[in-house]
């Protein structure tokens, strides 16, 4: 396993339309290791390929201790809706307020190819419809309401 470099907001692949993948090849499961290993290192809560350089369909998301690794991952359905922060590890200091659907089902693949279903609310919610918009070259900062100023951030580090 190996860290990579997190791609920061300018770069023009964070801006590309993410590829599909076709083939699960060691070089995929590589991928997803070191995007792993990359997002805890970070403190990332996911991690979109396009931000480490590759411009695929390759997603992890952190759910507590587990890691949840997506390949071509969907937005199958989504319900409700709530305004909260998120940041970006392509964004370092930056957040901002997001409308989001509350719960999520995704569907994609798994590193073998295998068929994943899986249902979210929430934060993981949030962070999947994050991470899944990186690969259409969507950014948070396009879908935020509000960026919070410095006082802002000020106020949440105190609250958490
Ligand atoms: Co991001």
């Known amino acids: 396993m190996a860290l990579r470099n997190v791609r920061k ?5 964070l801006r590309k339309k993410a590829e599909q993948v076709n083939r699960f090849t060691p070089g ?32 992890v998301v952190r759910d507590e201790d587990a890691i949840l690794e997506l390949v071509n991952p969907v937005i199958a359905s989504s319900k409700g809706n709530v305004v909260d922060y998120e940041g970006c590890l392509s964004f370092p200091g930056i957040y901002g307020e997001v409308s989001r659907a509350e719960h999520v089902q995704v569907t994609g693949l798994d590193r073998e190819g295998k068929e994943v279903r899986l249902n979210a609310k929430g ?24 960026i919070l100023t410095p006082e802002e951030l000020e106020k949440l580090r105190e609250k958490s």
């Open 123 to 146: 934060f993981l919610a949030r962070v999947f419809q994050h991470e899944i918009d990186h690969l259409e070259g969507i950014l948070f900062v396009d879908r935020a309401s509000h």
């Open 28 to 59: 995929l499961q590589q991928l997803l290791d070191d995007m792993a290993e990359t997002m805890i290192d970070s403190e990332g809560a996911g991690l979109a390929a396009p931000q480490v350089g590759i411009s695929k369909r390759v997603i």
């Open 9 to 13: 907001n300018g770069d023009p692949v």
